[in-house]
């Protein structure tokens, strides 16, 4: 495990961090552990990972705007979808409104068998 210069660590962090998100982050150290803008608390090695991996995403940002292209299919894909959804509710609104309750629809299907069905007890 190397020495690592706090001081150094730190300022390495909010540089990276200031170029990924534009603004200077809160760290705040509370016996060897630090939170970065409020969240979770960290030692100082993970500081220093996530310094690097910071300076890395920089480089990457190219990459991700790929995928915003494919993004209007999905919403064109998103639209049938919701076409399809309101066919069944309609479909749920009509049997709500006008359709058979659930005790009649069970004297039907047993009124239209061949053997001898009744109704449970208690239902007449």
């Known amino acids: 495990m190397s020495n690592l210069d706090k001081d150094k660590v730190i300022a390495e962090y909010t540089e990276a961090y200031q170029k990924a998100h534009g603004k200077k982050p809160k760290i705040e150290s509370s016996n060897g552990w630090y939170s970065v803008d409020g969240g979770k608390n960290v030692r100082l090695s993970q500081l220093a990972d996530d310094a690097k ?16 292209k494919t993004e209007p299919k999905k919403a064109e894909a998103k639209k049938p979808a919701a076409k399809k959804s309101s066919a069944k509710q309609s479909s749920a609104k009509k049997s709500s409104s006008g359709g058979l309750t659930a005790k009649e629809l069970w004297k039907q299907k047993l009124e239209g068998k061949d053997s001898d069905c009744r109704l449970p007890r208690g239902s007449a």
């Open 53 to 68: 991996a910071l300076g890395k995403e920089k480089k990457s940002a190219p990459k991700k705007s790929e995928p915003k």
